[in-house]
């Protein structure tokens, strides 16, 4: 696990498996802008039709916060297409269920009465809203986050550790850490993703929906990007302790240009002194980097 009490950064190499790729342009505005995170920055980027990649600090544990709503998603998905599941079942909320000390807009909502919801509501509010009350009714209704942990083993990501709710996380500072990716295996999944190898065309589709209608941190990946991308994404973020360190700031996704090519890219920030702003600029200004590049070519 990452050790987060490190508070100085190791400048390490960005690696690429291509020397001519257009991602190897990128190489050195990113090395410009991951100090100014004042933290640890880790990154994997993968170009969906060149196989090219780039990866800062790929191989490392960072925590990944509501980032981790995306595999339990697809396994949720994956049970839909096995017919174990069903968008359109219902599944009983409680008031018990709908916790006052977390994000929630479905409490918001629902708080007053208990209410029968179908499965893709809560999925929308799990996926596009990043609701932490809707996150944990999925995993008790799936059977836990050990289900969701072995999911992604069973599909070749062995770098990812999925552990602990979200009610759970908030018992606790360190908790978070228990739920961990390398950059490189949350973009390798993105890649299974995009590549249709996980769920069926249909349920594809209609994840592809949730992410790209996320309102979640419009300011990281999309944050710099011009106005109407297409970017299905999914973000996560820890607030910060007494010492205003933040343990996470991320966020994951797909970058679609205009002429059809789509990049996965991954941007994990922990160990942080940076302002909120600050943090988020960082990643929109990888993203932007990108962009930039690909769009010339």
Not at 50 to 77: C, I, N, W
Not at 239 to 244: F, I, L, V
Request: net charge neutral.
């Amino acid at each position: 696990m990452l050790l987060h009490f490190c508070r100085w950064i190791i400048v390490l190499p960005i690696i690429f498996t291509s020397a001519f790729g257009q991602l190897n342009s990128v190489r050195t505005k990113v090395d410009s802008i991951v100090g100014s995170a004042k933290g640890m920055v880790g990154i994997a980027v993968i170009d969906l039709n060149k196989g090219d990649t780039l990866t800062v600090r790929g191989e490392e544990h960072f925590p990944m916060q509501s980032v981790y709503k995306l595999p339990l998603a697809l396994a949720v998905l994956d049970q839909v297409d096995k017919g174990t599941m069903a968008l359109t079942q219902n599944i009983h909320i409680t008031k018990a269920d709908l916790h006052p000390d977390t994000w929630s807009p479905l409490r918001e909502r629902y708080s007053a009465k208990d209410v029968d919801l179908p499965l893709d509501s809560i999925l929308m509010y799990t996926v596009s809203y990043s609701d932490n009350n809707a996150c944990d009714i999925l995993f008790r209704f799936l059977g836990g986050t050990a289900i969701v942990d072995q999911y992604v083993r069973k599909l070749g990501i062995m770098s990812m550790a999925i552990v602990t709710t979200e009610e759970e996380m908030r018992q606790g500072w360190n908790v978070q850490y228990r739920n961990w990716s390398s950059p490189r295996a949350t973009a390798n999944l993105l890649q299974l993703f995009y590549k249709g190898k996980i769920l069926s065309e249909r349920c594809r589709d209609y994840l592809w929906r949730l992410m790209v209608n996320s309102s979640t941190t419009p300011g990281r990946i999309k944050g710099l990007l011009p106005l109407g991308a297409v970017v299905p994404h999914k973000s996560g973020s820890s607030g910060t302790n007494d010492s205003g360190i933040a343990a996470a700031t991320n966020d994951i996704g797909l970058i679609v240009f205009p002429d059809g090519r789509c990049v996965a890219l991954v941007v994990f920030i922990t160990e942080s002194n940076a302002s909120d702003e600050e943090r988020d600029k960082v990643i929109a200004t990888v993203a932007r980097a990108i962009w930039d590049v690909y769009s010339i070519h």
